[in-house]
Structures are given as structure tokens and as C-alpha cells.
């Protein structure tokens, strides 16, 4: 549960979630930053609410009340952008300016605000309310999202914050930003978890919206520049995208030898699907299923042959 104000402050950042008592997302038991706003479009992401930089409105009709009983939203709305839909409401996504007036006034919560503004203290309060849980496990805070690195500026003071305060951090990013924020976030994190999706850049730009070099490029100048920074590589392995020995070898082929690096698979799943319904998107990759684990444990396998014990 995120405490946070809504005011728009310079010095804050937008966040969609806190969630803890992660283990899959860096070492030990973790708390998971989610920072809003990606510049990439993945066609599978899982978190859809992650992409777009500011608040944005998610309406889940299956919690709606209905307009005979409640009229809350309809009567308070400014810009005149939800209409009636049979006992149930439309929003008009043109009209809506994102205001939090209807979420705010929803009784049954069937509508609610994907982020919020807040300073680093807020975040790292309620980050320290699990250290005994860090401290035991070897764990901390991970920035995730989204794209940590389109909010370096408050990616880095509050990472500066977390080590003040002895969190061990971690990040997971796509890396695609300028290198000098890339530089500037990650010289305080512990480790790294650097999605590489694929080596085909043309593929890469039909599936996510941009290119891989700038991605590759920053993933080379990581290595060079925190050689002691222990960075897991994953790739999502999504069917009809990447999801063929070929694509795997050729990651593999790219990382190989680099000391710091160990390499991870992630199986495609489609736990974010309905949030994609909740905030009026399509979700593109309605006909593909999620991965076979024996497909999935064949690719793990040639991983396995490839990179021995660093995988
Ligand atoms: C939501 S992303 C946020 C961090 C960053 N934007 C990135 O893509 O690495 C966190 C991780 O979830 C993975 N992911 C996203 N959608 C997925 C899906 N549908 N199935 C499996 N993994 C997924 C990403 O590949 C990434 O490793
Ligand atoms: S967020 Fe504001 S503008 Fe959008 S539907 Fe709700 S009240 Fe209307
Ligand atoms: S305020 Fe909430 S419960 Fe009431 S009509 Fe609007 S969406 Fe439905
Ligand atoms: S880069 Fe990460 S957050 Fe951005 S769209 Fe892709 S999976 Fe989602």
C-alpha cells in the first residue's frame, strides 16, 4: 500500500507500486520500487500501467457498483469524459485529463489512479519497514517499472538515499537512456539485472517500438565502466519474437566471457492482461500462450551447455 500526495512536486518521482517481500527480483527478500513511465512498448509487458510517464486511470467494470445505485463519477467529472453504459460507465480517454476526481470518489474503487507523486523519504520509509527482513536475507530494494532510468534524477537521489541509509540496491532496466544517466543511476547499485530482448534490431523495434544498438552499446559501456558490479542479463523469451535457439545463442554469444555477467531466462506469462482491459489498451498478444515449460526448459538447457555454471 503506497502513502504518497498526489501534488505534483519537482523533487518527486512517479510511482505505480511498492510491493514487498519479493524474491525474485535481486538477492533475498526485496521491496520493489515500480517507477512510472518506459520508452519502450514491449507487446507482452506485464506491467502496461508502468508506460505511461504520469497518473493515469484504470476502470475494472467488474467492481462498479452500478449507476442505478452510485452516480459518484458521473457527477463529479470536470471534463465531461464518463458516460453511462448501460447500469455501468464509459470513459472517454480523449476527454479525461487524468484528474484522480473520480477515483478519489469511488466508493468500490472500481476506478483507481496507476501513480503517484512521491519524495524519497516517503519511498524509503516504507522500503526500512521490512530491513529486518533485508538483513537477514541479504535483500534490499530493487528499482524496477517501467524504466527506472527515464527518472534518473530521482532514481539517483533516492539509490544515494538507500545507501546512506545501508540498503543494498539493485535495479532492473531495458537499458535504453542517454549513457550519462545510465552512469549517473548506476554508480550507486549493487547489482544490475539488464534486459537484452533481442539481437535482431529490426525485430526488436517491431516488438518494443525502438532499435537495440543503444541498449548494446550501454550494456558494453556497463561492463567496462562497474566491472565489480555483478550484472544478470535476462531475456524475456516471448513465442513468435525470440523464442528460437538462434535468438537465444546469438545473446549468448554477445555476453559471453564478460566476468561479471550470469544470464537468465524468463518464461512469457500473461499475469498483466486484464490491467491492460482496466486502462482501455489492447493487448496485442491476446492468441499467443503462455510458455510450454518443456520448451522453456530446452532453451535453459542450451544455456546451460553454452555458459556452464554462469547461467
Ligand atoms: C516489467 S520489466 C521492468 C524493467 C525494465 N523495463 C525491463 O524491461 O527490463 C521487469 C521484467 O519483467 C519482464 N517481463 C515483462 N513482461 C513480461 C511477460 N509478459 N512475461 C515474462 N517476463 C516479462 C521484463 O522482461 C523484465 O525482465
Ligand atoms: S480522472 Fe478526472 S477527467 Fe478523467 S474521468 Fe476521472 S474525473 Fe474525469
Ligand atoms: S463511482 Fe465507481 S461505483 Fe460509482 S458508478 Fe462510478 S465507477 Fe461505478
Ligand atoms: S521495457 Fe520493461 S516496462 Fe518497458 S514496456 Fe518493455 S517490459 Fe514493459
Redesign the pocket.
Known amino acids: 500500500m503506497i502513502e504518497a500526495t498526489n501534488g505534483i512536486n519537482k523533487k518527486n518521482g512517479i510511482i505505480f507500486n511498492i510491493q514487498r517481500y519479493s524474491v525474485h527480483d535481486g538477492p533475498g527478500i526485496r521491496s520493489i520500487v515500480f517507477l512510472k513511465g518506459?520508452p519502450?512498448t514491449?507487446q507482452?509487458?506485464?506491467?502496461p500501467e508502468?508506460q505511461h510517464r504520469q497518473p493515469e486511470l484504470a476502470y475494472n467494470d467488474y467492481k462498479c457498483i452500478g449507476t442505478s445505485e452510485c452516480q459518484y463519477c458521473l457527477t463529479i467529472c470536470p471534463a465531461g469524459a464518463i458516460q453511462k453504459n448501460q447500469d455501468k460507465i464509459r470513459i472517454d480517454r480523449k476527454l479525461c485529463t487524468n484528474c484522480d476526481l473520480c477515483a478519489d470518489s469511488c466508493p468500490s474503487k472500481a476506478l483507481n489512479m496507476y501513480g503517484k507523486s512521491m519524495s524519497v523519504n516517503e519511498v524509503l520509509d516504507t522500503v526500512e519497514q521490512d530491513s529486518i527482513f533485508y538483513s537477514r536475507s541479504g535483500g534490499g530494494m530493487t528499482l524496477?517499472?517501467?524504466?527506472p532510468l527515464l527518472q534518473a534524477d530521482f532514481a539517483t537521489e533516492l539509490l544515494k538515499e538507500a545507501k546512506r541509509r545501508r540498503i543494498n540496491t539493485t535495479i532492473?532496466?531495458?537499458g535504453y537512456a542517454d549513457w550519462e544517466k545510465v552512469e549517473q543511476v548506476c554508480q550507486y547499485v549493487d547489482n544490475i539485472?539488464f534486459?537484452i530482448?533481442s539481437m535482431n534490431s529490426n525485430k526488436h523495434k517491431e516488438f518494443t517500438g525502438v532499435p537495440n544498438e543503444k541498449i548494446l552499446d550501454n550494456f558494453q559501456r556497463l561492463c567496462n565502466r562497474f566491472p565489480n558490479t555483478p550484472i544478470t542479463v535476462?531475456t524475456?523469451v516471448?513465442p513468435g519474437f525470440n523464442d528460437t535457439e538462434q535468438d537465444i545463442v546469438a545473446i549468448l554469444n554477445f555476453i559471453k566471457g564478460i566476468p561479471q555477467v550470469r544470464y537468465e531466462l524468463?518464461?512469457?506469462?500473461?499475469?498483466?492482461e486484464p490491467k491492460y482491459i482496466y486502462l482501455g489498451k489492447d493487448y496485442l498478444l491476446s492468441g499467443v500462450k503462455p510458455m510450454a515449460e518443456d520448451r522453456l526448459a530446452v532453451l535453459k538447457k542450451l544455456v546451460q551447455e553454452h555458459l556452464g555454471d554462469k547461467h
Open positions: 518506459c519502450l514491449c507482452w509487458c506485464a506491467n508502468s524496477s517499472g517501467g524504466e532492473e532496466t531495458c539485472l534486459d530482448k535476462r524475456p516471448i524468463l518464461g512469457y506469462h500473461r499475469l498483466g
